[in-house]
């Protein structure tokens, strides 16, 4: 009688390849809470038109943040959202600046 065929194992860079990317592991701390870190703020529709009125440009004419910068994550911000960002100042007290989100620079 013959013998039954044994099934091949599949190599282990074969295995790797099947296998799901593990994910992201999550943030230790929300980094918005670090003190050196200024309050950031995902506009709304409103706000976005807003803003953009008020300077008369577009969105891709402000700087650019990355989607993947912590503060960015920690708000939920995606490519194509603004980012208010609000910093202390000692001499205006207050200072103001906007962000484009995107994927890479």
């Given at each position: 009688m013959p013998?039954?065929?044994?099934?091949?194992?599949?190599?282990?860079?074969?295995?790797?390849?099947?296998?799901?990317?593990?994910?992201?592991?999550?943030?230790?701390?929300?980094?918005?809470n670090h003190?050196?870190?200024?309050?950031?703020?995902?506009?709304?529709?409103?706000?976005?038109?807003?803003?953009?009125?008020?300077?008369?440009?577009?969105?891709e004419q402000?700087?650019?943040?990355?989607?993947?910068?912590?503060?960015?994550?920690?708000?939920?911000?995606?490519?194509?959202?603004?980012?208010?960002?609000?910093?202390?100042?000692?001499?205006?007290?207050?200072?103001?600046?906007?962000?484009?989100?995107?994927?890479?620079?």
């Amino acid at each position: 009688m013959p013998a039954a065929k044994t099934a091949k194992k599949p190599s282990k860079k074969a295995e790797a390849a099947e296998k799901p990317a593990p994910e992201p592991a999550r943030p230790l701390f929300n980094v918005l809470n670090h003190r050196l870190v200024p309050l950031h703020e995902k506009l709304t529709g409103e706000a976005k038109k807003a803003v953009l009125e008020e300077f008369a440009i577009t969105p891709e004419q402000l700087p650019k943040i990355l989607a993947s910068d912590p503060a960015c994550k920690a708000i939920g911000a995606k490519a194509g959202d603004i980012v208010k960002i609000t910093r202390q100042s000692k001499t205006a007290g207050e200072a103001f600046v906007f962000r484009y989100c995107v994927e890479t620079a």
